[in-house]
């Protein structure tokens, strides 16, 4: 009957269709409860045998029914209902006061109230979640005449626009419907954007800082004001630490310095970074010297004293741990004071929902270029799964403000060198946030605006905002190669050293491992040095130059060879090893790899699979030292019907038969002793024609003097060149890229090479020598150890890794531990 009565009623400029829709929540809400329903009608009763004289008596009459619901109600908020119309209302008219419905919006939700408002004047409201519901129904009015009908609507509407007078001055707003003005929080208009909000979380994604009403709960209080000032409202969202948040900026340089705003004082902070370990360095000085707060990061540490130490760190508070993007240390911070901020626009959606979860932190923030989140395909559910963060307004922007003359500060005391770190690797073809769309050139432009922009790089070399070509970065044409940067290089956005310094560049080195060009003892010779008359060329003139020379020196390549018989391929680089397996793996259908060291195949299992990427099947026995386990791994090897590599280690005296029933396509032996007694005793278990080991050049002429029927492999010279045009170098750099990331494998195989040299006794091989050969090991073949280890064209991508202390232990080692020859972590 309610809406057969409001279609009636004309109330100034409340339009009918308004006035229906809040009779429809109206019902809607009464029949969600059995007391509001019983209310109405004793309402309606009352409102039909004492017709109302005046206002007064309608204020002092009108029965109030309060909800009986519980505190925590389950329907709808009542401003969605009312973006609903009943079906059938008439449409909108279009020349409507638009400003007075932006009034009438803010106060429809009162109305329901109003009786209770008019008898009782308001000093101060405030909602915390419950609903309160005065209803007021006239089903009985229609029994009287026409005249008494009208009459009553008459003192209705009479009390409708005292309701609506009161409403709106207790709201704030003045008689002309103006809007009031709202203290919030957070400078947040309560008015029409609360609809726009809903709007916007029920349509697309919002890609902004603007979040949505329902996001995050909200607590309202109405402050009592003077007559003369307007009152205001207190709006303050609260952070639920089960949601991540998000903060996009529209510059790059803006990022670090929100993410220094957003560090208060005590907290405890961790702050992934998009970069990996050596890039910390340039952070570490940044945060600090803007925050105040301490920054630490771990260098050369095993993972759990890595976390140990994080956990230290946090502990003492007012601290924050900086962590590469991809690692996830297990680390559980909770409290108030506790944050996890994401510096970067995540590049996995699954490493970072990983990372939310482990910490459990109170706060949980992306900071992150607005420009930056289409770049990987995790924006998507990123944005639906984070929410815009509820404090970013006025306070945050000038905190921000008000650090940005500090932080400027701050990155120019900071050395260029530090700066140069990282980038480019990080986000190339191999690294951890490779942007497809991007090729070599966009990849460089983009380091280098980062570098000078957000960095400000060599700053003061800068010339209208722009830093000359011959101001950035020099790198080596191996580094180049490395990270298939050839195309950027002839483009000129890329500065080559005139004489090629190997793969090393500094941004793949922390800085203090950095060694000069003098200190090398030789030159490499894959790209000639460019003579002195050519130094005045562009950068694309050297690059051509340089590749013609190296193709003119190059032995003429017809490709690889498949060859039949016992050969051999002397490596005058022990890196190449493991590359030249995994070629050779690609042109076989099934190859047998026989290695040293039992407990390493698993190792070499992995890393073999990282760097072929599911090309080939990488097979090998499921327990060590067991033949049943060797035969398995066999028959599963020749009944494999894509390609298939099987490993073994060369010293297995009786092969599986299935090798010796089913023809093999290829068998590679590689040991760090020669393995020419083991590879003659298998020839007559396996049913292969062709076979080559992998030796190095001073293991050549032991061969040479017992094996005359062994000979060099046709195309080693071609294949092991260690120029660029070489058919083995898109695998060497794959391999590196692989030894890279791949920590934990490496460690392992490290670990593993210190048990097959500890075996002997101390006395036939001293701690010393058997951590000084694993080091050598490692810096050469797995690119990690110091410098001197390591090779001068290959040089280790990263330091020394640490030892646990049951293998120190257990091989007594401790006397090569105490003169630095190993850390223990």
Known sequence: MIPAILDNICLGNLRVERLSSLAHAAECLATAATTLSDAARAAAETFALEPVPDTQSDKAKTPAVEDSAPDVSVLPPLSLILLNPIPGAPPEEVDIDHEREDVRSVTESEILRATHWAAEPDEGWEVSGRWVE??????????????????????????????????????????DGTEPTLEIEETFNTGVEVAQDYIAASGSPVYGDFAPLDETPIEISHAHSSSDAPNTVKVERTIDPKQPYRILVNDEFEVLLTVCALIGKDQRVICYMPCGTPPLSFYKPLIENVTGASAYFPERMSAGRRDAAYKRTLEAGNAVALVSSTLLPDIVIEGDDSWVIH????????????????????????????????????????????????KYGDSLIASTNGLRQEFENALAKISDEIKEKDWIQTHGVYGPRYVKSWDSTVLVERANRYLVHALQYRHKYLISGILEARFLPEVSWGFVTQNSLEQAALAGVLQVKHQDSGLNHISSLAHSDVRSSSTRTSTPTAVPSVPASSAQKTTSEKVKAQGKNSRNETP????????????????????????????????????????????????????????????????????????????????????????????????????????????????????????????????DQLSCSSTAMIITQSQQNELKRQAADITEHPSARTLLDLGPQSLLWPMRNTTVSVLMTEEATVKNLYVNRIYGLGAVSRAERSAEEVLRMANQFSARVLLRGDLSDGSDYFPPIAGRLSLPRTVVDRFHLQPAVTVGLATIG
């Open 556 to 683: 003429a390549q017809a490709g690889f060879k498949l060859t039949n018989g016992h050969t051999y391929f002397p490596i005058e680089e022990e890196f190449d090893a493991i590359p030249l397996i995994c070629f050779i793996a690609g042109k076989y259908d099934k190859v047998v790899c026989f290695l040293e060291g039992q407990g390493s195949l698993r190792h070499y299992q992995k890393l073999f699979g990282k760097i072929l990427q599911s090309k080939s099947q990488i097979i090998a026995p499921e327990v060590t030292s067991s033949d049943q386990a060797n035969n398995d791994a066999a028959l599963r090897f020749v009944n494999s019907s894509s390609s298939a590599i099987l490993l073994l280690t060369y010293s297995t005296t009786n092969l599986p038969p299935a090798l010796r029933e089913n023809r093999v396509g290829y068998c590679v032996y590689w040991g760090f002793h020669l393995p020419l007694k083991q590879a003659k005793k298998h020839r």
């Open 343 to 390: 510096i970067g626009w995540p590049s996995s959606y699954d490493k970072y929902i990983s990372q939310f979860k482990k910490h459990k932190a109170k706060n949980n923030v992306i900071v992150a270029c607005s420009g930056d989140i289409g770049l990987y395909p995790s924006h998507t559910s990123l944005m639906t799964r984070t929410q815009s963060w509820p």
């Open 134 to 175: 005065y209803l007021e129904t006239g089903e009985d009015i229609e029994k009287y005449g026409y005249e008494e009908k009208q009459g009553d609507i008459e003192r209705i509407l009479s009390t409708e626009d005292s309701i609506m007078r009161q409403t709106i001055q207790s709201k704030g707003l003045g008689e």
